[in-house]
């Protein structure tokens, strides 16, 4: 019997991209599971899709009678709802390892973007769909739209530093004293002493003005 292993996980045919071994249908006949490129998942034969007999989940054929772009690719909520699919179930994204790997999916309702974009609402301008809790999947009771910023001080990554009796992440530190976040976060890398790698941008400027 075909194992996991043998699908051509990764590998594209038309507009869909292997992520695994499916169940045998009722014949035994093997079948991959797939992304389509417009964002929904499934499975099929893997001989039809070899063939070329089975090019997407339904899409392209409709396409063809289309003269004008699907319109749902130019939003950006839509965009954001393919990546979300994506890091979730495809082997082959390079952010599956910090998502798919790590158990964290998308609940069975965000299988369809017209369901998810309901529940989000728009995409405001210079936000990204984040998580409350890191460790669960995303649903509409554990995402919202967050600023970069936001998103920076919620991830499971955030180093923590104390200034003065408080514990701030870099990013809070950053606004707070006023030092650009990178300079902060590359000094702290490096094991600065947390009063120096904040004091020192103010000790430079005042020397600037003497």
Request: glycine share 8%; hydrophobic share 30%; aromatic share 10%.
């Amino acid at each position: 019997m075909a194992t996991f292993k043998e699908a051509p996980i990764g590998k594209k045919f038309t507009r869909l991209t292997i992520t695994g071994e499916g169940e045998r249908d009722p014949c035994g006949m093997r079948k991959w599971t797939w992304l389509c490129d417009c964002g929904r998942i499934g499975s099929a034969q893997a001989c039809a899709i070899k063939s070329g007999a089975t090019k997407s989940c339904g899409c392209f054929k409709a396409s063809i009678h289309q003269k004008n772009p699907d319109a749902r690719t130019r939003d950006p909520v839509y965009l954001v709802w393919l990546s979300m699919k994506s890091r979730c179930s495809c082997p082959s994204s390079s952010s599956f390892k910090h998502y798919g790997q790590r158990g964290i999916s998308f609940c069975e309702e965000w299988k369809y973007f017209e369901v998810f974009k309901k529940d989000m609402g728009p995409k405001p301008p210079g936000h990204t769909l984040e998580r409350r809790n890191v460790n669960e999947g995303y649903n509409s009771s554990n995402c919202y739209w967050a600023t970069h910023k936001t998103q920076m001080n919620n991830t499971r990554k955030n180093v923590f530093i104390d200034v003065n009796g408080e514990t701030l992440t870099i990013a809070q530190a950053s606004e707070k004293f006023s030092v650009p976040y990178m300079r902060l976060y590359q000094r702290i890398r490096k094991g600065w002493p947390v009063e120096k790698a904040i004091r020192l941008k103010y000790h430079q400027r005042h020397m600037v003005h003497k």
